[in-house]
């Protein structure tokens, strides 16, 4: 019994050998994949797409929208707008060339990625602002005791 119960886990093992020899590929796969992430947060080609642009307009806009309300009563889509323009031209001139009908579409992409961003950020704080909204529109307790009485 011994020695059959020897054999069974010897080919259990055998049958692991190919998973190992997977594992290790996998592995080098991986880590070939890793050195060719990049480095740093924002790059020019990264800035040119409507994602890397959208994700930076929404920042730059958070970050000056309070300070430039204080001073200057400038709407917000507006603030939105000329930061996506300015970052689309500057990564159009940086990644392709700035020409006449890339400025253009540099202009017409802004457009896209200033609405992605408000729309981003009203998505992202519209559920903080509906809990707000609940919790100040339910009575007190007291007010309710008051009112049953």
């Not at 692991?16 to 020019?44: G, H, M, Y």
Request: a negative charge; charged letters at 20%.
């Amino acid at each position: 019994m011994k020695k059959l119960l020897w054999i069974g886990l010897m080919m259990v093992m055998a049958l692991f050998l190919p998973v190992v020899a997977l594992a290790e590929e996998i592995t080098a796969v991986a880590a070939s994949a890793v050195k060719d992430l990049p480095v740093d947060p924002f790059s020019w080609e990264q800035l040119a797409t409507i994602a890397g642009a959208t994700t930076a307009t929404l920042l730059i806009v958070q970050l000056l929208k309070l300070p430039l309300d204080k001073v200057w009563k400038i709407p917000t889509r507006i603030i939105a707008y000329v930061i996506a323009l300015i970052i689309m031209l500057v990564a159009t001139a940086f990644t392709v060339g700035l020409t006449a009908s890339n400025a253009g579409l540099a202009a017409i992409n802004a457009v896209i990625v200033a609405l992605a961003a408000m729309g981003a950020y009203e998505l992202t704080f519209r559920k903080l602002d509906d809990k707000k909204a609940a919790a100040a529109d339910e009575p007190e307790p007291e007010k309710v005791a008051e009112d049953e009485a």
